[in-house]
Every structure is written in C-alpha cells, then in structure tokens.
C-alpha cells in the first residue's frame, strides 16, 4: 500500500505510554505503564494501513522494549532511534535522521513523513527542524503547552491518538504531503 506519507514517526512517553502511571527500576527503566486510551489501536491501524512505523523516543531502551512488547506494538515498528543507543536526545536532529535512515527515506522526502508527540520543545521543534511534518499530541498535563518560541510551533494538533488516523487522511488528501 503506497501512501503520499512516507512513514509515521511516534514518541513513547505521553504519546502511547501514561508516563503517570509508569513503575520504573532502580535504573529508571519502566517496567510496566498503562497506555493512553487509543494508544494500542492507532498503532495497529497505522501498521495496517500500511505506514511504516518508527520510534523515535529519550529514555532507555529496557522501557521501550518492557511496555510496548507487553502490550504486543514493539514488533509493529520498523525502526527505533532510542535516545539511550545514540548518546543523545530530541530534538537532536540524528535522532530523527537515524529512524529516517533506517526508514531508507531520503532527506528530500523527509516533507513526507510524520513525527507524532507530546512535547513541544522535543518531539516539534526537532521534527521542525529536520522538515518532517510536526504533530503534536496535546493530551498530557506534565509539560509546557505555549511555544516558547516558532521552532515550537507544531503543524497540527490532536487531542487523542484516536484523531492521528483522520488527520493524516487530511493531510493526503489535501497533497500537503
């Protein structure tokens, strides 16, 4: 299935997983956290549309790999740029190239692909950095929701993951993609 959006690139915390509700190690990995209601399904659905999934997250790979494979989405994505593997943090711009890289997504096509997230001053500004269509999930209470400046402001917002879905529906069908 071919789509005018190359891939969808997802952040972890706030954006699938109730940061909330995550129990952490000694050191600090999550080991179990609830989803975000819509969460699990907007993953599936993406995979079954046919996007190409990345994860492009900061925190260390034992959380990724204990909360999403718990829940059966760590094996829905088709690459991983984890803060922890790399040495940095979005919005770093190599962690978006390396997910892009492993996505075999060419710079000049990076206007086609999607960065979902829950932080303006890491998930937004980094995909708005590297020219990579900014969504920001505005769901979670535990961080800023003013720009504090224009490489925060996102291209879309979505209340709940449930709204992904139609947003990128919108998105190809107005050819902003």
């Known amino acids: 299935m071919s789509h005018p959006i190359l891939a969808v690139c997802l952040d972890c915390g706030d954006t699938l997983v109730d940061e909330g509700t995550e129990i952490k190690n000694y050191l600090e990995e999550t080991q179990t956290a ?48 984890i803060s922890a593997e790399l040495g940095t943090e979005k919005p770093d ?39 990579i269509i900014s969504v ?6 535990r961080r800023h929701k003013i720009p504090v400046d224009d490489t925060e402001i996102p291209q879309h917002t979505i209340l709940t993951p449930a709204e992904l879905i139609p947003l990128l529906e ?3 069908a107005d050819g902003r993609a």
């Open 34 to 81: 609830d989803l975000i209601p819509g969460a699990a399904q907007m993953v599936r659905d993406l995979k079954a549309r046919g996007y190409p999934l990345a994860l492009v997250a900061d925190g260390p790979t034992a959380t990724f790999r204990n909360v999403l494979t718990h829940y059966q989405l760590y094996d829905l994505f088709d690459a991983f740029a």
């Open 93 to 131: 711009a190599r962690m978006f190239r390396h997910a892009l890289d492993q996505l075999g997504i060419a710079e000049s096509d990076y206007g086609r692909v999607v960065m979902v997230g829950n932080h303006l001053g890491r998930d937004v500004k980094g995909a708005n950095g590297v020219g």
């Open 136 to 141: 920001w999930l505005n769901w979670s209470p």
């Open 170 to 172: 919108r998105i190809e």
